[in-house]
């Protein structure tokens, strides 16, 4: 997939980007009459900066230390925004101050209301070391209150909908996009969405998001060459989610690489929505900590394909899950698809439940009949588990695998199947699954089975490391063939 040529036209485009940062002419906030306090709203004041300067040859827009409140703006192309230290960039609390970006495909994706929109620009930033605050507690409130009244239709007043609350950046179709250095806060919905975008740039950048209860870190929608590098992600949703929202279209040439994060549900995630393509995407040196979720998970179940990923150094700590791959079709007869994944140097320790049986393996990958997940390869993967599971309350054995269910349309998550026979690995329906050094370990003593395989094929556990007292049984297979387990 001629990895090294991916990244070395991301660092390229990077280049090229600060060179014209660096070349292009700085306008005070104050000369176009941006006033701070976090009192005034500036939306029209900075919106017409920001069309002066790409009108004009382009250059940066930099806010100075202070507080500048605004509405919705929309980036234009030669743009880039500029937040010197301690100045702080602040969403409106009215939801009337946003604007709705309007887009080929709005009706597969909603959610384009945001403080800060881009549709179809070119070379625009966003960088620090200020902030963005969306308020986003306080606008989630407000929308909640219109709806409420019967100002905005909703399902509900206490969690209205995603395409109802607004974002801190969405972007669309953009070509050329750094975002850098900058903290982002306090969303009232997705922090962050990049939609069929290419050539972007994420660097060091810090998100807190924990202000409503779907405040993803960071999305990636269909996305060509897109590179998240060196950041921190705490936020109440997943921490860097990839989707696919159109069939003819696909994330492709991605890296995401150095990141940290802590969620309220997966680390880094493909899907759930996963209509096109996931493929030639690079996972490195990432850390996951204090997620409940997990810490990777691959999800192709809207029709989607994902196919050459390489993950390559994950540390996880407390955390439900770290690895979870899916096909599903929660389309009909849209199958997904996942093959040709390699996993390696992966060091998780999975939380202590409450209740011992509540948690499931570290390891999940679990296909469909007709969609069988192939060539998985994993490498020197340890993982921990605090076990303690017992008997007397199972209601899931290996003498009853058949009534774990399918769910072929159920939404995908780590746990979805319920109780599961196994305390480290379950793997159904799968074909050439590939351990090369994997180490599992129970703390206490657990009735379960360590690995358990059906409708598993053509697969290899070499070096396998099984720690658990009282361990009888490694493996368990049934419905399977050419399984071969090596120490």
């Known amino acids: 997939m001629n990895v090294k040529c991916k990244s070395s036209c991301l660092t390229a485009v990077f280049l090229i980007f600060q060179i014209f940062t660096v070349s292009a002419k700085d306008y005070t906030a104050a000369f176009f009459g941006i006033a701070p306090g976090g009192t005034v709203l500036n939306t029209r004041s900075i919106q017409f900066g ?29 743009v880039t925004i500029h937040l010197e230290k301690g100045a702080v960039l602040m969403g409106s609390t009215n939801p009337f101050d946003y604007d709705r970006q309007n887009t080929p495909f709005d009706h597969n994706f909603k959610t384009s209301l945001a403080l800060i929109l881009g549709l179809n620009q070119k070379n625009i930033g966003i960088t620090g070391p200020g902030e963005i605050d969306g308020q986003g507690k306080a606008l989630a409130a407000a929308v909640g209150e219109l709806v409420k009244k019967g100002l905005i ?70 996305c060509t060459n897109f590179k998240v590098s060196n950041s921190y ?38 899907g759930t929505a996963s209509l096109g393509s996931f493929k030639n995407i690079r996972i490195l040196n990432n850390k996951v900590f204090d997620t409940n979720r997990s810490a990777i998970a691959l999800e192709a179940v809207d029709g ?26 929660r ?23 409450k209740n011992p049986l509540k948690a499931m393996p570290g ?54 199947f319920g109780q599961l026979p196994a305390w480290g690995v379950f793997i ?17 003593a657990d009735f379960r089975t360590a690995i358990v395989l059906d409708d598993v094929h053509q697969s290899t556990f070499k070096k396998l490391i099984v720690k658990e007292p009282n361990s009888k049984n490694k493996i368990f297979t049934a419905n399977s063939s050419s399984i071969t387990p090596k120490k």
């Open 50 to 78: 920001i069309d002066y300067i790409s009108e004009n040859g382009g250059g940066r827009l930099v806010f100075s230390e202070g507080k500048y409140l605004t509405g919705g703006i929309h980036f234009k192309s030669d």
């Open 153 to 222: 239709k909703d399902r509900s007043v206490s969690r209205p909908d995603e395409d109802k609350r607004p974002m801190i950046i969405n972007l669309f179709g953009c070509d050329g996009v750094t975002v850098k250095n900058i903290t982002l806060k306090n969303s009232s919905c997705w922090t962050e969405c990049y939609n069929q975008c290419k050539n972007v740039v994420i660097d060091s950048i810090r998100v807190e998001s924990r202000a409503f209860w779907n405040n993803d870190g960071i999305d990636i929608v269909d």
């Open 233 to 270: 992600f705490d936020c109440s949703d997943d921490g860097i989610c990839l989707k696919s929202l159109e069939p003819d279209k696909s994330n492709e040439s991605i890296l995401i690489e150095n990141n940290s994060m802590t969620t309220d549900a997966s680390g880094i995630k493909f």
């Open 304 to 329: 989607a394909t994902i196919e050459n990923i390489e993950i390559d150094g994950l540390q996880g700590t407390n955390i439900g899950n770290a690895i979870f791959l899916r096909a599903g079709a």
């Open 331 to 353: 389309k009909g007869n849209r199958n997904g698809k996942i093959e040709n994944v390699s996993i390696q140097n992966v060091n998780v320790e999975i939380r202590t439940e």
């Open 363 to 416: 390891i999940v990958i679990g296909g469909m009949p007709n969609q069988i997940i192939n060539n998985v390869k994993l490498r020197n993967i340890v993982v921990k588990f605090p076990g303690g599971a017992d008997k007397a309350s199972a209601k899931i054995s290996i003498a009853n695998l058949k009534d774990i269910p399918e769910k072929a349309d159920g939404y995908p998550e780590y746990d979805m």
């Open 428 to 444: 159904r329906h799968a074909r050439n699954v590939q351990f090369g050094g994997l180490s599992i370990t129970a703390a206490k």
